[in-house]
Each structure stands twice: as C-alpha cells, then as structure tokens.
C-alpha cells in the first residue's frame, strides 16, 4: 500500500458536484410534476432520470473517494475534516426534519386549537369553518375531501422492528470490523442491507394502502400532507443509507477496512443510526400520538 501523505490533499475538478446538482433538480421537478398530476407521464419519467443521475453520480463520487484513499493521499488532519463534514452534514439533516417536525407540531398544538375556537377565537371558527372538529388527526378538508387515519399498529409496527433491528445488525458489524472477524462483519452488514431493503418494499405496500383502501393521500389537507411529507423523505433517507451501506458491504468483500482506518464504515453507520432514531420520532408523533 502506498505511504500515507501528511499533507492535506486537494483533489482535482470534479465533475461530480454539477452532476449531482442536475440529479436533485430532476428529482424535485419531476416529484413536483407528479405529485401536482400535471404534465401526464412526464413526471414519474423525470424522476426516475433523477433518480439514475443520483445513483450514477454517487457510485462515481464514491469511487474516487476510495481511489484517493488507497492511494494513500489522504492525512490524519483529512480524516478529521472528514469526520467534522459528516458530523455537520447529520446535523443538518436534523434540522431538515425539524423543520417538519415543527410544521407537524404547530398544526397540531396551535392551529387547529385556534380554528376550533381556542383563545376566544369562537367568532373566527364561525366565520372560516362552523363545522369545523378540533382534533387530530383531521380527516375531512373543508372542501369535503374525507379519509382515514393510517394506525400504528401492522405494517408501521413491523417496519419499526425491521428498522431497530437493523440498527442492532449495523451495530455487529461495526464490532465484527474491530475484532477483525470478517466473515461475520459481511454477514452483519449484509442483513443490514437486506433489512433496509425490506423496511423500503413495506413502505411502498403502505403507500399502496393508503392511496387504495384509506383515501389517505397527499391532497387530504394538513394530515396528508404531514405524513406523506414526513414518512416520504425519511424513506428517501433510508434509500441512501441502504446505498451507502450496499457500498460498504462490497468495499469489505474486496478486503477493504481495518480496525484502525474505517471511517467510510463508521460514517455509514452513523447515518443510518441517525435514521432509525428519525423513524422512532415519527412512528411516535405520526402515527401512535
């Protein structure tokens, strides 16, 4: 294996930025055109084209990012940034979903107190909504639109399991790395993958419930949106855990890793750690309370 530099390493251009930036803005453009029902079949065509760009551009990042390693360029201090940039990236994805976290709390807490008349807003309530029940979740939009509440117990309950299990499985694997027992540490992480990949498929079921049998769907006012918005980008999440660990499951078959330089490892698992305590957020918030 090559010296490991002490310097701090300055990679070339990358291409890779750009192409990820397109990827998003096909992601979000054809997720809009979709969700809005406009533009026929273009919607689910962009995505999908999103969704290829993203998946191409991350398997090339991470390949250079593994070529680079193995080649020996990067120092102590470039593992430090390392660490430091994923540390602030979670801690942006906290504040990604506290934002709709909070969105959830203050439709529940405030909002729909106020329009039911809390506060002395009885005159506002009989001008905007006289029939107006306030409660949660609110299964009818004024303008008529009904559907049903999506209960905890089923398939969000199996999924919960699936999830806190694999946070287990991800946990033995990391520690199958540090005692340098191999064929566990593929055996770990590949159920972790296999887990991440089921909790995704059940989801999809879910969807397919709620749309079909519930009339739960994203036009079914402050609810609907609420937990499509929520439960949908904490599976976007998830579908990138289960990437980055599919990544790391192939990197450890071709021998890569030891017990004292693993952080692509380690940075995975922190990620998807900090997804499963995200779902347990909502499985409590969205669908228990």
């Not at 750009?18 to 803005?25: D, E, N, P, S, T």
């Not at 593929?186 to 419930?209: D, I, N, P, R």
Request: proline letters at 4%; glycine letters at 10%.
């Amino acid at each position: 294996m090559a010296v490991k530099t002490q310097q701090y390493y300055v990679p070339a251009q990358s291409p890779w930025p750009i192409v990820g930036a397109l990827g998003l803005f096909l992601l979000a453009t054809g997720a809009g055109l979709w969700a809005a029902g406009i533009a026929g079949i273009a919607g689910p065509v962009v995505f999908a084209a999103g969704t290829l760009v993203m998946t191409v551009m991350l398997f090339g990042w991470f390949g250079n990012v593994i070529d680079e390693s193995h080649s020996g360029l990067y120092s102590d201090q470039m593992d430090r940034s390392f660490r430091q940039g994923m540390s602030w990236f979670i801690f942006s994805e906290v504040m990604f979903f506290g934002a709709f976290f909070g969105a959830l709390f203050y439709a529940r807490i405030l909002a729909v107190p106020w329009l039911g008349g809390a506060g002395n807003n009885a005159m506002t309530n009989a001008v905007l909504w006289p029939d107006f029940s306030a409660s949660w979740p609110l299964l009818q939009t004024p303008g008529g639109i009904e559907t049903t509440a999506m209960g905890w117990l089923g398939l969000p309950l199996i999924n919960t399991i699936i999830l806190l299990t694999s946070s287990v499985t991800a946990h033995l694997a990391h520690l199958a790395l540090l005692q340098e027992r191999r064929p566990r540490l593929k055996q770990w992480l590949g159920l972790t993958v296999l887990l991440g990949l089921t909790f995704l498929a059940l989801q999809v079921w879910e969807y397919v419930h709620a749309y079909a049998e519930l009339g739960l769907r994203l036009d079914s006012g402050i609810y609907g949106n609420t937990f499509f918005l929520l439960t949908g980008f904490h599976g976007a999440h998830v579908t990138l855990g289960t990437l980055m660990l599919f990544v790391m499951w192939l990197r450890v078959r071709k021998g890569h890793f030891t017990p004292a330089q693993h952080f692509g490892f380690q940075a995975s698992s922190w990620y998807w750690h900090f997804v499963d305590v995200v779902w347990l957020c909502l499985f409590v918030f969205v669908y228990i309370l």
